[in-house]
């Protein structure tokens, strides 16, 4: 069953409360963000859940992304500087049109 962007099995012992705690994280994560992806803002709407967001080396959770934002940064490799680097070409070329 997948719920909140988590696979959730619960036949297995101990995951209730694991998917309950899950749940939580992304309901605070979700109130703390005001129902907005963190990098673009695009509203939350029901029905279609944001995705965690989590670092790669530490799993450590940095936030909900709206699909486009949380591909942007896997396509990107969780680079900063291919991000900074991409925005100063949009900019440049936007600029010369």
Same mark, same amino acid.
């Given at each position: 069953?997948?719920? /909140?962007? /988590?696979?959730?099995?619960? *036949?297995? =012992?101990? &995951? ?8 939580? !994280?992304?309901? @605070?994560?979700? $109130?703390?963000?005001? *129902? $907005?992806?963190?990098?673009? !803002? ?5 029905? @279609?859940? +944001? !995705? &965690? ?13 709206? @699909? =486009? ?5 896997? +396509? ?7 991000? &900074? ?7 440049? !070329?936007?600029?010369?049109?």
């Amino acid at each position: 069953m997948k719920r /909140f962007g /988590f696979d959730i099995q619960l *036949s297995k =012992p101990g &995951v209730r409360l694991a998917a309950k705690r899950r749940r939580d !994280h992304y309901a @605070r994560l979700l $109130k703390e963000q005001a *129902s $907005k992806c963190a990098i673009c !803002h695009a509203e939350y709407t029901e029905g @279609r859940a +944001f !995705h &965690v967001d989590h670092c790669h080396t530490t799993d450590k959770v940095r936030g909900l992304l709206c @699909r =486009p934002c949380n591909q942007m940064l896997g +396509f990107a490799r969780d680079n900063p500087w291919i991000l &900074v680097n991409g925005a100063i070409y949009l900019k440049k !070329h936007r600029d010369a049109v």
